[in-house]
């Protein structure tokens, strides 16, 4: 099952905190495929794994259609290990909360510290908008939303257009 269902707010496993990989076998290999088809079916620009039901440390990237030409990228059991003092503000969307956005503000830079599918360890410098998928991503790997990271009146009244979303949905 390629493409796999999305896991929306209000969803417990996206609360919870993800499980280290330890196995980088072809069923990491398959959830990485998985995830990767998932991104693009929905047409997003990051992934982790908890979206789609798995509670496990991965997540994937793909930036090109947002005209940035990074590579894509999967990472196993990342973590920021450094991040810079000065701070950046951006729009940021999540599929997990479709059609709801805000502007979030995180470091500008980070160092992060990974595996690849393969097991190998890789390391790599990111600013811009790599370094706030990153972010955005890994925080899913500790039950963090974007929702988390605006202020508190930010945040009542996007759970309140949610809720008004999820009600003309029901309706
Ligand atoms: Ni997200």
């Known amino acids: 099952m390629p493409v796999r269902e999305i896991r929306l707010l209000g969803d417990p496993v996206l609360r919870k905190e993800a499980d280290e990989v330890v196995a980088f076998d072809a069923g990491l290999r398959a959830l990485v495929r998985d995830m990767f088809e998932t991104m693009y079916h929905e047409e997003g620009i990051g992934l982790a794994a908890p979206q789609i039901g798995i509670g496990k440390r991965v997540i994937v990237v793909d930036l090109r259609r947002e005209d ?3 590579e894509p990228l999967a990472l196993v059991n990342p973590r920021v290990i450094w991040a810079s003092s ?3 503000k951006q729009t940021e969307g999540c599929l ?3 059609t709801l956005e805000e ?3 995180r470091p500008a830079k980070v160092r992060v510290e ?4 393969e097991g190998e360890r890789v390391e790599l410098h990111a600013d811009d908008l790599l370094g706030r998928a990153l972010q955005h991503e890994i925080d ?3 039950g963090i939303l974007f929702l988390d990271r605006v202020s508190a009146l930010k945040r009542r009244m996007l759970l309140r257009k949610w809720k008004k979303l999820e009600e003309e949905h029901e309706s």
């Open 96 to 98: 997990s909360i479709p």
């Open 114 to 117: 990974a595996h690849d599918p």
């Open 68 to 70: 940035h030409d990074d």
């Open 86 to 88: 000065e701070t950046a």
């Open 140 to 142: 899913h790997l500790d």
């Open 103 to 105: 502007i979030v503000e």
